[in-house]
């Protein structure tokens, strides 16, 4: 089924499902413009359950960063798939707690299978805020000959979590593909302070291309933790999205 994204742009979309463990399916949306170079994997923050209905609606999530910007990674000539908890997930905690295990990395691995299928082009986990710690994590346990990633892109990072293990905490120095890292600088989420940004990207001892993109200004509204505030890259979106994409495509 096509949908038509009601963002910025209007790319076509539609609404996959992909069989992953037994019994189990992981959905996604995916936009597919023309002739992409490359094409990510978008990881939404919070509890991760965007209950992505037939039609491509959400019913959770739909002004999360990476979600929201979704038309504008389509239109830097990116195959983008909006990836929801798997169908043993729909109901609450949905990812909570789901974030760092074995199943997790089997459901994403699917994903980047089918991808790769559709387009010969590398595949990229994007992740924000609590998406980082899926997008980490699955670059900690795959490398791109066993069914893994190409590079990861981690925005507003969690960096400190007194409910479980923070980005900077995993076995970073596993990852050898390229890491993008994308910052507010006035992030006043306790969770993803900039002064801890240092930590995460000593850690990236072993990635074959690193670097830090760290924005200012922009608008900053309600909780300093939650997607319109500075955390949210509220106002910057073009710009932090063209950026990324310019990183992950060498431009």
Do not use: Y
Request: charged residues 20%; proline residues 7%.
């Amino acid at each position: 089924m096509l949908v038509v994204s009601a963002a910025w742009a209007q790319t076509p979309s539609r609404v996959v499902d992909v069989a992953t463990r037994p019994g189990v399916t992981q959905r996604f949306l995916l936009l597919t413009p023309d002739h992409p170079k490359a094409a990510v994997i978008l990881f939404a923050g919070g509890q991760g359950g965007l209950q992505i209905a037939p039609d491509g609606s959400f019913g959770w999530g739909k002004g999360n960063f990476l979600v929201r910007s979704r038309e504008l990674f389509a239109a830097q000539g990116l195959l983008v798939a909006v990836v929801d908890a798997p169908s043993d997930r729909q109901s609450a905690p949905f990812l909570g707690g789901f974030r760092q295990t074995r199943e997790h990395v089997s459901d994403v691995k699917a994903v980047i299978a089918w991808l790769k299928q559709q387009a010969a082009v590398p595949v990229w986990l994007v992740g924000t805020s609590r998406g980082t710690q899926s997008a980490a994590f699955i670059g900690t346990e795959l490398r791109p000959d066993n069914g893994g990633p190409d590079g990861l892109v981690l925005t507003s990072s969690v960096l400190r979590d007194p409910r479980g293990r923070p980005v900077p905490d995993m076995p970073l120095e596993k990852i050898a593909v390229p890491v993008l890292v994308v910052h507010h600088k006035q992030d006043d989420c306790r969770l993803c302070a900039f002064a801890d940004v240092p930590r995460l990207m000593a850690g990236l001892t072993s990635a074959r291309r690193k670097d830090l993109l760290a924005f200012d200004g922009g608008t900053s509204q309600g909780d300093p933790c939650e997607a319109f505030a500075h955390h949210g890259f509220n106002g910057l979106e073009r710009e932090v999205v063209s950026k990324i994409a310019d990183w992950i495509v060498g431009r």
